[in-house]
T-cell receptor, first 111, second 116 residues
Framework: TQLLEQSPQFLSIQEGENLTVYCNSSSVFSSLQWYRQEPGEGPVLLVTVVTGGEVKKLKRLTFQFGDARKDSSLHITAAQTGDTGLYLCAGVMDSNYQLIWGAGTKLIIKP | ETGVTQTPRHLVMGMTNKKSLKCEQHLGHNAMYWYKQSAKKPLELMFVYSLEERVENNSVPSRFSPECPNSSHLFLHLHTLQPEDSALYLC???????????????FGPGTRLTVT
């Protein structure tokens, strides 16, 4: 049983469309990190959310941390082919400060 | 440009071979990590070094042996691996947090390992 569930596992959409991916858990996190991994590369940190209810924007990407700090979402507006990649979330456990990883959402943006 | 480099980028080895993976970070961080990444599975943390001391060893088989000679370099020595060890091996570094927990990770590009 994974502590952090990411959904969907795979998403393929056309350029210009909007999308949301989710990162859910029954555990409470002191913070949550989002990474993007492109083929042949390691994950790159996009953002860290810390406060329950927090919303952070990175250009067309909007990240939200749930009020209870158990879940997070990533919304992409007007997706571009450059957004293609594996999106990973990782939560720092509130209880022991360990980092828990989700399995990722593989996103493909078609031109 | 990433501040964490890994060599080699690709490695094919037989089950009786001995090889080593190398990682170097140029970010001035004090913690370094080895992860195993397999398709459709969460990243598996293998080893953590904090200030050059190993602080985490998540029941990794002894055929994997880490070495951290200084805060900038990390090695993973491999011997008598199994085909199921084929995966992408990622090195990461991070600054140390005041809580002693895991801070934001800076990854290298990984070594794609194939065990035949």
């Amino acid at each position: 049983t994974q502590l952090l569930e990411q959904s969907p596992q795979f998403l393929s959409i056309q350029e210009g469309e909007n999308l949301t991916v989710y990162c859910n858990s029954s555990s409470v996190f002191s913070s949550l990190q989002w990474y993007r991994q492109e083929p042949g590369e390691g994950p790159v940190l996009l953002v860290t959310v810390v406060t329950g209810g927090e919303v952070k924007k990175l250009k067309r990407l909007t990240f939200q941390f749930g009020d209870a700090r158990k879940d997070s979402s990533l919304h992409i507006t007007a997706a571009q082919t450059g957004d293609t990649g594996l999106y990973l979330c990782a939560g720092v456990m509130d209880s022991n400060y360990q980092l828990i990883w989700g399995a990722g959402t593989k996103l493909i943006i078609k031109p | 440009e990433t501040g964490v480099t890994q060599t080699p980028r690709h490695l094919v080895m037989g089950m009786t071979n001995k090889k080593s993976l190398k990682c170097e970070q140029h970010l001035g961080h004090n913690a370094m990590y080895w992860y195993k990444q397999s398709a459709k599975k969460p990243l598996e943390l293998m080893f953590v070094y904090s200030l050059e001391e190993r602080v985490e060893n998540n029941s990794v088989p002894s055929r994997f042996s880490p070495e951290c000679p200084n805060s900038s370099h990390l090695f993973l020595h491999l011997h008598t691996l199994q085909p199921e060890d084929s995966a992408l091996y990622l090195c990461a570094s991070s600054p140390l947090t005041g809580t002693g927990g895991f801070d934001e990770q800076y990854f290298g590009p990984g070594t794609r390992l194939t065990v035949t």
